[in-house]
């Protein structure tokens, strides 16, 4: 079964500073992978994925992430946080099993952003 | 227009109750789901269905009752709550094709039994 590992479930960073937060995923296929976001009192959205069509991913809000197979790693950035960033994010992967599709979340890493 | 909508959004019962939450979208998914989130805000799946037909069960109590009318909707009944079952319960859909999973949720359901 594929999974992922969200390192760190709080990070905070200072406004314009630069967002790192970090997933790495358990794949014995060519994954897919997702970042979401949700925001307090709300439903998760998507701000990227990874269907391998290229290994830099650009996202909505001005996120990217970058797909390394070497690491194992999807790592989600962004060159300066802005107060609005402050939310949870999840990285999550596709499980392709008997019954179906489904989204395999990791624990989630709360962003704070500190003016 | 909401895309993915879910009916109460706030729901308070005492242990032993049955209750009900709603979902419909209308976005024209074949695919829809139930997941809980826990106090953690960690996010399981507990159901999948595409197209009416239940195709994933993650061996959630048989106290959880998924049912779909159509495939716009999908409802959940819970019967004869516990107090481990408190957690924000989201709905959502996307359409069924590997790499285009795309999750779509409502903006959840805040189940607290008392």
């Known amino acids: 079964a594929q999974s992922v590992t969200q390192l760190g479930s709080h990070v905070s960073v200072s406004e314009g500073a630069l967002v790192l937060l970090r997933c790495n995923y358990s794949?014995?296929?060519?994954?897919?992978l997702f970042w979401y976001v949700q925001y307090p009192n709300q439903g998760l959205q998507l701000l990227l994925k990874y269907t391998s069509a290229a290994t830099l991913v650009k996202g909505i809000n001005g996120f990217e992430a970058e797909f390394k197979k070497s690491e194992t790693s999807f790592h989600l950035t962004k060159p300066s946080a802005h107060m609005s960033d402050a939310a949870e994010y999840f990285c999550a992967v596709s499980d392709r099993g008997t019954g179906g599709f489904k989204t395999i979340f990791g624990a989630g890493t709360r962003l704070f952003v500190k003016a | 227009d909401t895309a993915v909508s879910q009916t109460p959004k706030y729901l308070v019962t005492q242990m032993g109750n049955d209750k009900s939450i709603k979902c419909e979208q209308n976005?024209?998914?074949?695919?829809m789901y139930w997941y809980k989130q826990d106090s953690k805000k960690f996010l399981k799946i507990m159901f999948s269905?595409?197209?009416?037909?239940?195709?994933i069960n993650e061996t959630v109590p048989n106290r959880f009752s998924p049912k779909s009318p159509d495939k716009a909707h999908l409802n959940l009944h819970i019967n004869s709550l516990e107090l481990g079952d408190s957690a924000v319960y989201f709905c959502a859909s996307s359409p069924y094709e590997q790499g285009n999973e795309k999750l779509f949720f409502g903006s959840g359901t805040q189940l607290s039994v008392l």
């Open positions: 794949s014995s296929v060519p994954p897919y």
């Open positions: 976005l024209g998914h074949d695919t």
């Open positions: 269905y595409n197209n009416k037909e239940l195709i």
